[in-house]
Nanobody, 115 residues
Framework: QVELVESGGGLVQAGGSLRLSCAAS????????MAWFRQAPGKQRDLVAS???????YYANSVKGRFTISRDNAKNTVYLQMNILKPEDTAVYYC?????????WGQGTQVTVSS
């Protein structure tokens, strides 16, 4: 059973920083495609950033230059460093894992950015 557990969310002022973590268990983490999505109230869930098993990264235009995704295969953990946060970054952030079409989601962690 694959489990993804996010942590690190919270309330921060605009311009501040947060680091989200997603710890994976029950999977060969190093082989997994990992990503962070976010969903604001009343909106669809959107891809924020992703990192492949080989370390290739992708960022949505809205976060490029402010967010950094990384992974530590020894700790089975993927991170999302979020800097220069804006009120429009407020959302529930979800960790996502995909290996050979087997897809899993974390339970989500709330990020709230006050103006």
């Amino acid at each position: 059973q694959v489990e993804l557990v996010e942590s690190g969310g919270g309330l921060v002022q605009a311009g501040g920083s947060l680091r989200l973590s997603c710890a994976a268990s029950g999977t060969i983490f190093s082989s997994n495609f990992m990503a962070w999505f976010r969903q604001a109230p009343g909106k669809q869930r959107d891809l924020v950033a992703s990192i492949s098993s080989s370390g290739n990264t992708y960022y949505a235009n809205s976060v490029k230059g402010r967010f950094t995704i990384s992974r530590d295969n020894a700790k089975n953990t993927v991170y999302l460093q979020m800097n220069i946060l804006k009120p429009e970054d407020t959302a529930v952030y979800y960790c996502y894992s995909d290996r050979s079409g087997l897809r899993y989601w974390g339970q989500g962690t709330q990020v709230t950015v006050s103006s």
